[in-house]
């Protein structure tokens, strides 16, 4: 009896172990990384919407959970492009990862930045990489762009054009 527990458990191990290694291929495909003498840019993610909607929860003076729904919407004729990237710092110097630099250009040559003020991330319970220069480390998280509907031939370009990775969206 001791013994078909043993071989038991032995074979629920290795058939653990075998799913892992093959999740591990699946999130594998989906992920793009490029590097240039001094930064590592991984893609994990990206997706298109035409809108992100939050639901923020308060207690009232009463005890009472209120809770209120926030839809964000990008301007007209326009939709949101979000990136879960991870930049790190591989090579020596001083050089900053720039968010000034770093944009999404089309098949048509247009650049597209991102928002200056994408913190609503962090309201939808979306890690959000940190909007000022990356000196130094490993940064992952999400980033939003506003891009037009129907764009296409994306790539997110950084390090004054040594990093180009296409979207595929």
């Known amino acids: 009896m001791r ?31 490029t590097e240039s003498d001094m930064w590592s840019v991984e893609i994990l993610s990206s997706e298109t919407t035409e809108s992100l909607t939050t639901t923020i ?8 959970l209120q809770e209120t729904e926030n839809q964000i919407y990008p301007q007209s004729g326009n939709e949101f492009l ?10 020596t110097g001083k050089a900053a990862f720039s968010w000034s630099d770093a944009h999404i250009e089309d098949n048509n ?30 940064e992952t998280g999400f980033v939003c762009f506003e891009i037009p509907k129907g764009s296409s031939g994306l790539s997110f370009v950084s390090d004054e054009g040594n990093i180009i990775i296409e979207l595929g969206i």
């Open 109 to 138: 040559g247009n650049l597209f930045y991102r928002m200056e003020n994408d913190t609503f991330l962090a309201n939808l319970n979306i890690p959000r990489l940190k909007g000022t220069d990356i000196v130094l480390g490993t």
């Open 57 to 64: 929860a308060a207690i009232q003076y009463n005890g009472d």
């Open 3 to 33: 013994r078909r527990i043993i071989i038991l458990f032995t074979l629920l191990a290795i058939a653990m172990s075998s799913c892992t290694q093959a999740t591990e291929q699946n999130n594998s495909t989906n992920t793009v990384q």
């Open 82 to 91: 979000l990136l879960n990237l991870t930049i790190e710092k591989i090579g």
